[in-house]
């Protein structure tokens, strides 16, 4: 599978034990992902990845990702962060 680069607006550098991989998901679309490089049991030590979302290349333009596969809305580069492009659910009560 062919790796490409970040795209070159993408705000986050790799949290701690972390990097990021970007794949072709789409004719346009880019997948990006974290990978945390801990070794974990119940893969026998091998690197987990989690996606962190989509970017659009013609567009210029990321989504969150609604599911590995499926791409979900779009989101400013303030609304993410290191770890994903998921929008934190910010209730009423949280900003007291």
């Known amino acids: 599978m062919i790796m490409y680069a970040l795209p070159s607006d993408f705000p986050h550098e790799p949290p701690k034990g972390y990097s990021y991989e970007v794949h072709h998901f789409k004719r346009n679309v880019l997948s990006i992902w974290t990978r945390n490089h801990s070794e974990f049991i ?55």
């Not at 969150?64 to 779009?74: D, E, L, V, Y």
Request: aromatic share 12%.
């Open 42 to 96: 119940y893969n026998d030590g091998a690197d987990s990845k989690c996606i962190w979302g989509f970017y659009n290349i013609q567009k210029r333009l990321y989504y969150a990702p609604h599911s590995s596969k499926r791409i979900g809305q779009t989101v400013s580069l303030d609304e993410t962060t290191p770890y994903s492009a998921m929008p934190l659910l910010k209730l009423a009560l949280d900003s007291v």
